[in-house]
C-alpha cells in the first residue's frame, strides 16, 4: 500500500521504517528539515536499538522516502498522524497544535476513500473533532485511531510485532470500511496472530490514556511500598517478587526506584486527568494526582539519601550520576528522573558529573549547567558517591572491586535496585537502595 507517515519523532520515524519493512510504500514528512535529511541518509535523528540498521535495509528497497513537502501525501491512500502531543506550558493539559496543524495541512491532499490514522496520544473527543475537518474536506475520506503502545528501546520490535492492534471507527463497527483498509496495512501482524480490537472513536483514544495511566500507578504503588518498606526496614525488590508471582498482580512494572518519566507516562496522566475535569469526571481521577505526587516525592527522597550517604552535607562533594536518559536504551531525557535529581544536587551545592552511553547530548541542551563525562572510568575518578540512576547494563555490570580504586569514597546509591547490594558491601562499600535496609 502506499502510505505517509506524518511527523518523524521517536513513534512517527520507526512507524514509517516498520511499515516499509511489512511491504508498503513510505513517505515520512516533517517540518524538521535536518530530520528530514538525516532520515534520508538513513541516520536515525535519536537513539532506538535496531532503528538505523532498518532504515538502511527498507532505504535500500526504495520503499521509504523522506521529504518535507505535505503535498507528497497526496500519492498515499492511508496516512499516519504521529506527531508529538506535550504538556502545555504551565498547564496539565496536552498541547494539541502539532495536531491540529498536521492535520489541517494534511487536508488539501486527501483524495476520496483516503483514511487517516491518527496515532498520537490525544485528549478523548480529539478525534471526532478532527473526523469533521477530515468529512468536510473529503466526505469519502475516514478517520481512524489506531493508538500506538511502543516503549521507547523497544520501538521497532513492537511495531512489528505489536500485543494488539486498537481501530477506533466512527461507527464503531467491523464493517466499517476503514477497518478492511487497516487490515491490509497490518496484515503481516494480523497473520501472525496479533489480536485486534475495533472500537468507537472514544473508546480508542480512552485505551491509550487508561494503558499508561495503569502503568504509572503500577510503578507509583510499588514506590510506595518502597517508602512503607523503608519505615519498617523491609525489603521492597523481596515483595515485589512475592506478590508478582500472583499472576493476577505479575511481576512486571514492579521494579521500585527512583520512579517513571519520559515523554509519555507523566504527561499524559496529567492530560487525562485535565481532560476528565473538562468532562466533569474529575473524581474518577483524583488518585492519578497521588500517582504523580508518589512519583515525584522520589526524586526529592533520592536526594535526601545522598546527603545521608555523604555525611549530611552535598556542599562540595563530588557526586558522579551514572545515567541521564529516562530509562536505559534510550537517549531521551524528556522529564528524565535521574538528570532532574543530577540537577537538583547541583543546585544544592554538589558538585556532579553525569555520564550516560547515549544521552549527554541531549542532557547538555536540557540542563547545560550539569557537568558531563563521556567517558564511565573518568566520570566515577574521585568521587564521593556514585549514584546510579539509569539502570544501563554497562552500570549493571560494574565491577566494585575495581570502582573502589578509582573512587575517593565507597558509597553508592543504587536508584534502580539493580546493584548486587551483598557484593556492593563485601567489597568495602557503603551501599544504599530504595525501599531496601
Ligand atoms: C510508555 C508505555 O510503556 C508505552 O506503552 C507507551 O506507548 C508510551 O509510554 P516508555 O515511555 O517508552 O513507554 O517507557 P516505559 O518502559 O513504560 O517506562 C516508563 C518509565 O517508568 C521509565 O522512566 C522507567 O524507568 C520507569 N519504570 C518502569 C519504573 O520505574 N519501574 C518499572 O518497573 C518500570
Not at 40 to 58: C, H, I, M, N, T
Not at 163 to 184: C, F, M, N, Q, W
Request: overall charge negative.
Amino acid at each position: 500500500m502506499r502510505i505517509s507517515v506524518i511527523g518523524c519523532g521517536y513513534l512517527g520515524a520507526v512507524h514509517a521504517a516498520c511499515m516499509a519493512k511489512l511491504g508498503h510504500e513510505v513517505v515520512g514528512i516533517d517540518i524538521d528539515e535536518s530530520k528530514v535529511l538525516a532520515l534520508s541518509s538513513a541516520e536515525a535523528p535519536f537513539y532506538e536499538p535496531g532503528l538505523e540498521d532498518l532504515l538502511r535495509e527498507v532505504q535500500s528497497t526504495g520503499r521509504l522516502t523522506f521529504t518535507t513537502d505535505m503535498s507528497a501525501a497526496s500519492n498515499s491512500q492511508v496516512h499516519f498522524v504521529c506527531v508529538g502531543t506535550p504538556q502545555k506550558k504551565g498547564e496539565n493539559g496536552a498541547d494539541l497544535t502539532f495536531v491540529d496543524a498536521s492535520m489541517t495541512a494534511l487536508l488539501p491532499y486527501l483524495s476520496a476513500g483516503d483514511v487517516v490514522v491518527g496515532k498520537s496520544t490525544v485528549p478523548v473527543g480529539t478525534a471526532a473533532r478532527v473526523s469533521e475537518w477530515v468529512e468536510q474536506r473529503q466526505p469519502s475520506a475516514h478517520l481512524v485511531w489506531n493508538p500506538e503502545f511502543l516503549r521507547e528501546g523497544h520501538a521497532v520490535s513492537d511495531t512489528l510485532h505489536p500485543d494488539r492492534l486498537v481501530y477506533g471507527v466512527s461507527d464503531g463497527s467491523e464493517d466499517h470500511p476503514a477497518v478492511a483498509i487497516l487490515d491490509k496495512v497490518y496484515s503481516a501482524p494480523l497473520t501472525s496472530g496479533t489480536p485486534r480490537l475495533v472500537t468507537d472513536l472514544p473508546t480508542a483514544e480512552l485505551v491509550k490514556a487508561a494503558a499508561n495511566s495503569f502503568l504509572a500507578t503500577k510503578i507509583s504503588f510499588i514506590n510506595a511500598m518502597a517508602e512503607v518498606c523503608e519505615a519498617a526496614g523491609a525489603d521492597v525488590t523481596q515483595l515485589a517478587d512475592a506478590i508478582g508471582m500472583d499472576d493476577r498482580i505479575g511481576r512486571k512494572f514492579l521494579n521500585a526506584g527512583i520512579g517513571f518519566g519520559g515523554g509519555c507516562l507523566p504527561k499524559d496522566i496529567r492530560a487525562f486527568m485535565a481532560r476528565a475535569g473538562e468532562l466533569g469526571a474529575d473524581q474518577a481521577l483524583t488518585f492519578l494526582r497521588e500517582v504523580d505526587a508518589i512519583n515525584m516525592r522520589r526524586r526529592t527522597r533520592v536526594v535526601e539519601l545522598a546527603r545521608d550517604l555523604c555525611d549530611g552535607s552535598r556542599l562540595g562533594k563530588r557526586i558522579t550520576v551514572l545515567g541521564a536518559a529516562f530509562k536505559p536504551e534510550s537517549d531521551d531525557v524528556r522529564d528524565s528522573p535521574a538528570l532532574s535529581i543530577a540537577a537538583q544536587l547541583q543546585l544544592q551545592g554538589a558538585v556532579v558529573t553525569v555520564t550516560d552511553p547515549k544521552a549527554l547530548a541531549n542532557a547538555a541542551r536540557r540542563f547545560p549547567e550539569l557537568h558531563y563525562e563521556a567517558d564511565t572510568a573518568r566520570a566515577v575518578q574521585n568521587a564521593d558517591a556514585l549514584l546510579l540512576l539509569t539502570e544501563w547494563q554497562e552500570y549493571r555490570d560494574l565491577d566494585p572491586y575495581e570502582t573502589a580504586v578509582a573512587v575517593s569514597s565507597l558509597r553508592v546509591l543504587d536508584g534502580r535496585n539493580v546493584l548486587d547490594s551483598s557484593k556492593w558491601r563485601a567489597a568495602g562499600w557503603s551501599y544504599r537502595g530504595l525501599g531496601r535496609p
